[in-house]
């Protein structure tokens, strides 16, 4: 085994914010030691290293940072993945349960076994449960050894909520997402807890139309994204295709009648298939879509903003600022969109832009927007 202590000392030092004089300070130590520690000339002896661990609040392992170097851990380790993407759980146990006292903490060891446990506990048997739960919290404080960017603090807390779920156990489960419910990135399983299991439905309603929002947003950026990337390739057609089906997939969540916070972004991507088209020399299907989109801007834009609602599943309009709120009209954004390149870079956008908001004028001017709804689909 190879050991980081000096390393680790200094670092979560720095963490802090701490110098070595206000350390050695905490630890009634000379500052000559606390440098000793650093440097790795001298190395705390058993109750300091004890100490140093509860003072930066890490597990002793964790401050040691011994780094394993057993080959036949990191094959136990392999195995262990194998067995629980095969579901042989009974020799995936037995295996992880004699390799862990072996190795009692290593962290991947542990938190392998711990979602062992509780895949079996998902299956109704609480015994697992209540040993993954054990074995989460034991890799929760080893958490600095972790390395894998793909796993994060934030996931190891939320699978110890779902483990209370399996126990029946929803208070505590919706006590964790919220504790971890950084940006309402839990907003649907806190949700889904109070609402199917605890039956608490007014409760749950506004984490539920949080979520929603989420879900919108992240899936409109996802698409735009995705059409970008076919653009920047050159497949127009197929760009096209992605924007068209973002848009008729937020028709499904419109009301009947009036506007919701999803127009705002069928009137980002109406007009990004404007431009598209414009660009490849499609004049007519350009023009089609910069329509669209200043039609719809200009009939949101006249809507009070009590009026609008969030979508056909929510009554009234939700409180809070979101991504799909610009700060100003449909009409402004629009104009604010153009502006990304000057008039020298994109004269013919300018001049189709220009000519179809002189249209949309002219229609409302007569009264010819009316109650519109753009025919509203991307076709």
């Known amino acids: 085994m190879e050991g980081k202590l ?5 670092a979560l030092r720095k963490e802090k914010r701490m110098t070595q004089e206000q350390l050695a300070e905490c630890l009634d130590v000379t500052v000559g030691a606390v440098s000793k520690w650093e440097s790795g000339a001298t190395t705390p002896d ?10 930066f609040a890490v597990s ?18 392999e195995r262990l993945k194998k067995l629980r993407q095969q579901r042989d759980y009974e020799q995936a146990i037995r295996l992880g349960e004699k390799e862990l006292r072996r190795y009692p903490n290593h962290f991947q060891l542990v938190y392998q076994l711990a979602m062992i446990h509780l895949d079996v506990g998902a299956e109704n048997d609480k015994s697992h449960v209540y040993r993954g739960q054990e074995l989460l919290c034991h890799a929760i404080e080893l ?10 603090l934030w996931t190891l807390k939320n699978k110890l909520g779902d483990s209370y779920l399996y126990s029946r156990q929803p208070e505590q489960a919706v006590k964790i997402y919220r504790e971890n419910n950084v940006n309402g990135v839990n907003n649907a399983r806190i949700a889904q807890a109070l609402s199917d299991i605890m039956k608490r439905h007014e409760e749950a309603m506004p984490y539920a139309q949080k979520a929603f929002r989420q879900l919108t947003e992240e899936l409109s950026e996802t698409m735009v994204a995705l059409a970008s990337i076919y653009y920047g390739k050159m497949q127009l057609e197929k760009a096209g295709e992605c924007m068209r089906w973002m848009i008729n997939t937020l028709e499904t969540v419109r009301p009947d009648k009036g506007f919701c916070e999803t127009d705002m972004a069928v009137i980002t991507i109406l007009s990004s298939l404007g431009e598209f088209f414009l660009d490849a020399g499609d004049r007519e299907r350009a023009k089609e879509y910069l329509l669209k989109a200043h039609r719809l801007a200009r009939a949101y834009d006249m809507t009070p903003i009590e009026q609008v609602v969030t979508c056909r599943f929510f009554e009234g309009r ?4 979101h991504l799909l709120d610009y700060g100003a009209g449909g009409t402004e954004y629009l104009k604010t969109r153009l502006h990304r390149d000057t008039r020298e870079e994109q004269p013919e956008l300018y001049a189709m832009f220009e000519e179809v908001s002189r249209q949309v004028d002219e229609e409302v001017k007569a009264g010819a927007l009316g109650e519109y709804t753009l025919g509203r689909s991307g076709e």
């Not at 958490?143 to 994060?152: G, I, K, R, Y």
């Open 60 to 77: 002793v392992d964790a401050l040691l940072g011994y780094q394993w170097q057993n080959s036949s851990l990191e094959q136990t380790l």
């Open 143 to 152: 958490f600095s050894q972790n390395t894998d960017p793909e796993l994060s």
């Open 6 to 10: 000096a390393e680790n000392i200094r």
């Open 318 to 321: 939700l409180e809070g600022r």
């Open 46 to 55: 058993l109750s300091m290293i004890m100490e140093l661990a509860h003072f």
